[in-house]
């Protein structure tokens, strides 16, 4: 059984107390109690909480003192002192009371070294390491290595560390790691990825998780639109991101196998590289060319889905534009752009398509039976505009292909832009009296929560995913 362990990094004795209470209170079932935290260790640590195990962590380079200050703890009732495999003290006190730990803060290694650092931790204690997850190979790394200590039946702590080590925290009961480090407020959380005590409680030992994968992740808002919508839907899950770089895309099926992933959404830059590693494709993602949510059925079988073209439909219905037989301008002509066109084509929109680079434009428009523009050809006379460019958003050029004069009260306008939330499109339309607009937030959040109901078969909650998606408005 995975305990949680609650962190206590506090200064004062006082300090401790409180927060152990807090912890225990949150749902602790074990503490790690950070003296290290502290500006000078007190004589006496008879303030070391009683009421669950206590592993006892003093960091140092120096092992001068340390070994009293150990031996103190472990008089004072602390189950396991935690010393590091490079100290001269990981063989003075009995196994049974030591954890002897090994952190790497760079990388993974492969699962054999892993075992092989593991056996040589054991002659000390409980061994315990912490890696830091770099994308797919590292947790497959993590998770053989698992299988392996999990049959020894002798106890261990395994974690990866990182954003990316967040489902290892998560499925910590699958790995079988003795103890799950958890923060006990989100501030206090001494390491990316690492949930609170809360939180890993409210998870319990089996929930649904869902997934992002995509490279880089760093600013991707998903994890708390969809957080908050498991939250509001009252079901014990957790969205994590699987950052994965191109090269480590192949061993994705087998990373949502093994961690018993329910799904994951799939963004830049691989909605078209990750329909060779599924099973089934829907028609829309046929369509769209491009994948952003596959569901791992229960006997591991991947299909992918586009729920992209749910979200441009719920933009498209925000601005109540009746689209068979709308004349209808897409700006654009990539992979958004062709999702766009997709949606509007199969509803019985007529399509005109513009870009910068016309000949992509018109190959869309022969594949779509829709017809292409140039831009300075442009004229009035659309029932609505959309805008599938970058164009507009923070950090790109904010000249945008449409011209301000084909902007008329007459004309709806979606900006797949989200950031800025009023785009120079947007403005130009709110300036022409364009009869409604609309920018790309209400895409996303449609499309996350057409990716939940997939995945969890529960409506998911638009207001809380709103909320959670933050930004202006
Ligand atoms: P996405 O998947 O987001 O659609 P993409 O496939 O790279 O991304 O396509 C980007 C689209 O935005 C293209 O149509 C591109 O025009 P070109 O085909 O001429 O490259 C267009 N685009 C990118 N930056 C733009 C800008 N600053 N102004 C106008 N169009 C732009």
């Known amino acids: 059984m995975t305990l949680i362990c609650a962190v206590i990094a506090a200064d004062t004795p006082k300090a401790v107390t409180a927060m152990s209470a807090e912890a225990l209170a949150a749902g602790a079932e074990a503490f790690e109690v950070r003296l290290d935290a502290f500006a000078e260790i007190p004589d006496d640590l008879s303030f070391l909480p009683t009421e669950k195990p206590v592993i006892a962590t003093l960091r140092s380079e120096e092992d001068e003192g340390r070994g009293e200050i150990f031996a103190k703890a472990l008089a004072c009732g602390a189950a396991y002192v935690d010393i590091e495999s490079d100290s001269v003290l990981r063989n003075v006190f009995p196994q049974t009371r030591v954890i002897c730990s090994h952190h790497d803060f760079a990388k993974t290694p492969s699962a054999w070294e892993i075992l092989h650092l593991f056996r040589d931790l054991s002659t000390s204690g409980v061994p315990k390491a912490a890696f830091m997850v770099r994308g797919p190979r590292d947790l497959l790394e993590i998770r053989k290595a698992a299988v392996v200590l999990k049959q020894s039946g002798e106890p261990f702590i395994l974690i990866g560390m990182g954003a990316a080590g967040e489902i290892t925290r998560v499925r910590a009961a699958d790995i079988g790691s003795l103890v799950s480090y958890c923060a006990v407020r989100p501030e206090?959380?001494?390491?990316?990825?690492q949930i609170t005590v809360v939180e890993a409680a409210d998870l319990g030992?089996?929930?649904?998780?869902?997934?992002?994968?995509?490279?880089?992740?760093?600013h991707t808002r998903s994890p708390q639109m969809h957080n908050a919508a498991f939250r509001a839907a009252g079901i014990a899950g957790r969205y994590v991101r699987i950052p994965t770089p191109a090269e480590e895309l192949p061993l994705l099926p087998e990373v949502l196998r093994c961690y018993r992933i329910r799904g994951t959404n799939v963004t830049i830059p691989h909605k078209q590289a990750v329909i060779p590693l599924l099973s089934a494709v829907s028609a829309e993602a046929q369509s769209a060319e491009a994948v952003n949510t596959i569901l791992v059925s229960p006997a591991g079988n991947l299909t992918g889905t586009n729920t992209d073209i749910a979200g441009i439909a719920a933009a498209?219905?925000?601005?109540?534009?009746?689209?068979?037989?709308?004349?209808?301008?897409?700006?654009?002509?990539?992979?958004?752009?062709?999702?766009?066109?997709?949606?509007?084509?199969?509803?019985?929109?007529?399509?005109?398509?513009t870009n910068r680079s016309m000949e992509k434009a018109e190959a869309l428009a022969v594949e779509f039976g829709a017809a292409?523009?140039?831009?300075?050809?442009?004229?009035a006379g659309y029932d609505l505009i959309i805008n599938a460019t970058p164009a507009g958003m923070s950090g790109f050029s904010s000249?945008?292909?449409?011209?301000?004069?084909?902007?008329?009260p007459q004309t709806a306008v979606?900006?797949?832009?989200?950031?800025?939330?009023?785009?120079?499109?947007l403005a130009a339309a709110q300036a022409a009296g364009c009869h409604a607009a609309v920018c790309g937030k209400t895409m996303l959040i449609a499309q996350a929560a057409a990716s939940f109901t997939l995945w969890t078969g529960t409506a998911a909650d638009i207001a809380a995913m709103t909320a959670a998606f933050g930004g202006e408005s």
């Open 399 to 408: 000249e945008i292909l449409i011209p301000e004069s084909i902007l008329t």
């Open 188 to 193: 206090l959380a001494s390491a990316p990825g």
């Open 316 to 353: 498209v219905a925000a601005l109540r534009v009746t689209l068979s037989g709308a004349r209808v301008l897409v700006a654009g002509a990539g992979g958004a752009a062709r999702a766009a066109v997709a949606c509007l084509t199969a509803a019985g929109a007529a399509v005109f398509i």
């Open 372 to 379: 292409a523009v140039l831009p300075h050809a442009l004229t």
């Open 205 to 218: 030992t089996d929930p649904v998780i869902t997934a992002i994968t995509g490279w880089p992740l760093e």
């Open 414 to 425: 979606f900006d797949m832009v989200y950031e800025p939330e009023t785009t120079p499109l």
